[in-house]
């Protein structure tokens, strides 16, 4: 299995910041067709040539403003569609604040932490 994580924050000086820490768990045998898959669909939505002209950005897509054109909401209908074809499982959290760093730390952020019951 092949896991990504991504991290997302605001601005320390917006006066609300959010942050964003998320994770997508595939199979390392679907990882080639995850990712071609992926490209033929930003291919067909966006015009481009070459995987990397395009970074998804959920921040982007997901605002009720832009799930409003026909467009974004289809893509995100056939990403989820392709996610589940997959079997790919996803994990998100967002919150208020800043999540703090393990980099920027003494000791590793309870995020970061595996807890087990018992």
Partial sequence: MLVFIDESYDRASDPSPKSTFSAVLVSEQRCRELDRKLFELKRHFWKIQSSYELELKGRLLLTDRALELPKNREFMEQFIALFREIGAVTFAVTQD???PL???SE??????RHCSGG
């Avoid at 000791?107 to 970061?112: A, I, K, S, W």
Wanted: hydrophobic share 35%; no cysteine.
């Fill in 97 to 99: 604040g800043t999540f």
């Fill in 102 to 104: 393990a980099s920027k």
């Fill in 107 to 112: 000791r590793l952020p309870n995020l970061y």
